[in-house]
C-alpha cells in the first residue's frame, strides 16, 4: 500500500466500536480511555449519535462541573461527556444518578488519562462502568482488515490471508512506522509537519494534562525524561542510571514514568517468568505506545535512517509493541503481555500468553531476509515453555509467511 492511499483517519472503522455498543446496551454507564487525539471524541459520537454532547475542554461546562458535580450530572438524563479527568468530582455524582436509576447505556464517558487510577478518585464505579482503551489507530484499521493477528497465530493459519494490495515493504514501512496512529499526524502531508505536529502534542501535554494525573512542582524535567526514554525505549529500565542523567532521584523518576503511563505515552512491559509472582519484581523495559511521537523525540526521520538505518530497530519494536496493545485491548479477557531474557543474556522481544497459558513468542526484525539464526532466542525460550508453546514468529520486512521448522514462522510485519 503507497503512503498516498492512507487518508483522513475518520474514515476508518474502529474495532473497539462493536464492543462499546454492546457496552452500552447492558451497562449503565461506559468509559473510553486512551491517549488525546486518538478518536475518543468521533468514536463516542459515533457510538451515541443522539446523546446530548459535554465537553470538559469547553471552560464553561468545566466550571459548572467542578462547582455542583450533583446538581450537574442531575440535569442530565443521558450524555456523552468527554475528557472526564478534568472533573473527578463528577464520577461520584455519577455514580449516585447510576444508583437511583440503572438503565443502561445513560452515559458514555471519555478520559484522556487512566482515571481508574488517578488517586483524587475515591468513590469506585464498580458494577456500574465498563471500560474500554482506545488507542491511536491500528495496522488493521487502517488496511481495513480484521484484527485477526491473534487468531492467526494461536492456530498458525498464515497462508489463507490475502493482504497483497495492503504490504506495506521495503523503504515505504519506515515512512508507514515514523508516522504512527494518530489520526491527526497521520493527515498531515510531510514527515517535517508530522513530527511538528507531535512535538506540539507533547508540549500540550506537559503544560496542561499532567496536571490533571499528578500535581508535581516542577515539570520542567519531564520533557528530558521523555527524550531519555525515547532513547532508552526497548531497554531494561534503570531507574537510577536516567535519574543521574537529569539530576533526580530514582523515587522521582519512578513517579514521572507511573504520570506518563497514565497519560498513555510508554508502558512498562514485565519480564515473563514461569512463576508469575517472580514476574512482578523481575526488572521491565520501557516501551513508548506509539512510534511517531517516539520517532519525534528521538528526532528520527526517513533522512536519517538512510544514511543510520541501524536506529530504526528500537522505533519499530515500539510499533509492534503498539500493534500487538491495540490487539489485546479488543479481547475481553486477560492476556499478559512480556518479554523474555535469561541469565546468558538470550532474549525474546515479546512474549503474548493467553489466560488459558498459551504462549506466542515473537521477535522483531526489520530487514528483508529471516534465517534459522533469528529463531535463537524462540527456541531457547521454547525449552522453558515446554507444552504452553504455541508459536515463535519472526516479523520481518517481507512479503511471504514462511516456515522454519515445527511451529516457527516468520511472518510480514503488514500481517499486525
Known amino acids: 500500500m503507497e503512503f498516498s492511499q492512507i487518508k483522513n483517519a475518520d474514515l476508518f472503522a474502529r474495532h473497539l466500536q462493536p464492543l462499546l455498543k454492546e457496552a452500552l446496551s447492558d451497562t449503565p454507564a461506559v468509559l473510553i480511555n486512551g491517549p488525546r487525539q486518538s478518536g ?208 533526580l532521584n530514582a523515587h522521582t523518576v519512578e513517579k514521572y514514568i507511573g504520570i506518563l503511563e497514565k497519560l498513555f505515552l510508554v508502558r512498562r512491559l514485565p519480564a515473563w517468568r514461569r512463576n508469575e509472582l517472580v514476574r512482578l519484581i523481575k526488572t521491565p523495559k520501557i516501551h513508548f505506545m506509539d512510534a511517531g511521537l517516539h520517532a519525534a523525540l528521538a528526532r528520527v526521520s526517513p533522512e536519517l535512517l538512510g544514511v543510520d538505518r541501524t536506529r530504526f530497530g528500537a522505533i519499530l519494536e515500539s510499533w509492534v509493541h503498539g500493534e500487538l496493545l491495540k490487539t489485546l485491548s479488543l479481547t475481553s479477557k486477560q492476556w499478559f503481555l512480556s518479554h523474555y531474557r535469561d541469565k546468558d543474556q538470550v532474549e525474546v522481544d515479546f512474549v503474548v500468553e493467553s489466560p488459558l497459558r498459551a504462549i506466542l513468542a515473537i521477535e522483531v526484525k526489520a530487514a528483508a531476509t529471516v534465517t534459522a539464526a533469528d529463531f535463537k532466542g524462540i527456541r531457547r525460550f521454547r525449552e522453558h515453555c515446554g507444552e504452553a508453546f504455541v508459536s515463535g514468529i519472526v516479523l520481518y520486512n517481507g512479503r511471504e509467511a514462511l516456515p522454519f521448522g515445527k511451529d516457527l514462522w516468520a511472518v510480514p510485519l503488514s500481517y499486525l
Not at 165 to 171: E, K, P, R, W
Request: glycine content about 6%.
Open 40 to 247: 475518543k471524541t468521533t468514536l463516542a459520537q459515533q457510538c451515541a449519535p443522539k446523546f446530548p454532547y459535554i465537553s470538559l475542554d469547553d471552560a464553561t461546562q468545566l466550571a459548572a462541573a467542578q462547582n455542583d458535580p450533583v446538581g450537574f450530572v442531575n440535569r442530565i438524563d443521558c450524555a456523552v461527556i468527554d475528557e472526564i479527568q478534568h472533573a473527578p468530582g463528577l464520577l461520584s455524582a455519577i455514580k449516585l444518578s447510576i444508583d437511583s436509576d440503572r438503565r443502561p447505556g445513560r452515559f458514555l464517558l471519555t478520559g484522556s488519562a487512566n482515571i481508574m487510577s488517578l488517586p483524587m478518585i475515591s468513590d469506585s464505579l464498580a458494577g456500574r462502568v465498563e471500560v474500554h482503551t482506545l488507542l491511536p489507530l491500528s495496522n488493521a484499521e487502517i488496511a481495513g482488515h480484521s484484527p485477526d493477528f491473534l487468531e492467526r497465530a494461536l492456530t498458525q493459519r498464515w497462508h489463507d490471508r490475502d493482504i497483497a494490495a495492503q504490504l506495506v515493504i521495503g523503504d515505504s514501512i519506515i515512512e508507514h512506522v515514523l508516522t504512527g496512529g494518530y489520526p491527526e499526524m497521520r493527515s498531515r502531508t510531510s514527515m517535517r509537519r508530522r513530527q511538528a505536529w507531535a512535538q506540539s502534542y507533547l508540549t500540550t501535554l506537559i503544560e496542561r494534562d499532567i496536571q490533571d494525573v499528578a500535581r508535581i512542582n516542577d515539570a520542567t524535567r519531564i520533557p528530558q525524561l521523555m527524550v531519555i526514554l525515547a532513547m532508552l525505549s526497548g531497554q531494561m529500565l534503570n531507574l537510577t542510571q536516567i535519574g543521574g542523567q537529569i539530576g
